[in-house]
Nanobody, 121 residues
Framework: VQLQASGGGLVQPGGSLRLSCAAS????????MGWYRQAPGNQRELVAA???????NYADSVKGRFTISRDNAKNTVYLQMNSLKPEDTAVYYC????????????????WGKGTVVTVSS
């Protein structure tokens, strides 16, 4: 299983970015998809997650500004980030919890390599 993330970059405060992460390889079912971030000197933290039933969960710091969505046909998760702030600067990692085969009992977590988001004027 491979995760390919894209969409990071440099943006001014108040701007927007859209991150994408596509999963490929041996995929039987996807339980959940999400985005985490890690700023220098900080621990990795959950930004947003979405389940197979489209239930969503957001960090308090991004509620009302970020929106997570998924395209099941493309095994892709998106993170629309609006009203970006300098404190959103971090490396963003996508995470996918999936089963590769029908006989795999427990889902496993896979991580993308990370995409850098820098919010600065």
């Amino acid at each position: 299983v491979q995760l390919q993330a894209s969409g990071g970059g440099l943006v001014q405060p108040g701007g927007s970015l859209r991150l994408s992460c596509a999963a490929s390889g041996s995929i039987f079912s996807i339980n959940a998809m999400g985005w985490y971030r890690q700023a220098p000197g900080n621990q990795r933290e959950l930004v947003a997650a979405i389940t197979s039933g489209d239930s969503t969960n957001y960090a308090d710091s991004v509620k009302g500004r970020f929106t997570i969505s998924r395209d099941n046909a493309k095994n892709t998760v998106y993170l629309q980030m609006n009203s970006l702030k300098p404190e959103d600067t971090a490396v963003y990692y996508c995470n996918v919890r999936l089963r590769s085969t029908w006989y795999q009992r427990n889902a496993m977590d896979y991580w993308g390599k990370g995409t850098v988001v820098t919010v600065s004027s």
